[in-house]
């Protein structure tokens, strides 16, 4: 059993910075996919940015040379630096766990839907 725990989230200026955080429990001994996700209102979760066990990074296009995922290999914990920060980042941000699709492409939408364990969430709003 694995328990994530999510923080950093706050409301920022667009071209503003955020880190936000995913404090792992449990079972933190397992190599596993972990990931970040977001959901806008009465949309589907879906990846922005994802790090296999052996820290290789994928990120969807749309956060492509502003975000930047990183794991902590001794603990599991699992971060998203996020930098210039538009309106559109704007939603709840998830920190999820464990699915079998792997990161092949779609990995980002069916990960949305089956990975086996998730947080709480984190609200980033981005305005002016």
């Known amino acids: 059993q694995v328990h994530l725990v999510e923080s950093g989230g706050d409301s920022v200026q667009p071209g503003g910075s955020l880190r936000l955080s995913c404090i792992v429990s449990?079972?933190?001994?397992?190599?596993?996919?972990m990931g970040w996700f977001r959901q806008y209102p009465g949309k589907q979760r879906e990846g922005v940015a994802a790090?296999?066990?052996?820290?290789?990074?994928t990120y969807v296009d749309s956060v492509k040379g502003r975000f930047t995922i990183s794991k902590d290999n001794a603990k599991n914990n699992l971060y998203l630096q996020m930098n210039n920060l538009k309106p559109e980042d704007t939603a709840m941000y998830f920190c999820?766990?464990?699915?079998?699709?792997?990161?092949?492409?779609?990995?980002?939408?069916?990960?949305?839907?089956?990975?086996?364990?998730w947080g709480q969430g984190t609200q980033v709003t981005v305005s002016s």
């Open positions: 999820a766990a464990d699915w079998a699709f792997g990161l092949r492409p779609g990995w980002s939408v069916v990960a949305g839907l089956r990975a086996k364990y």
């Open positions: 449990g079972d933190t001994s397992s190599r596993y996919l």
């Open positions: 790090i296999d066990s052996d820290g290789t990074p």
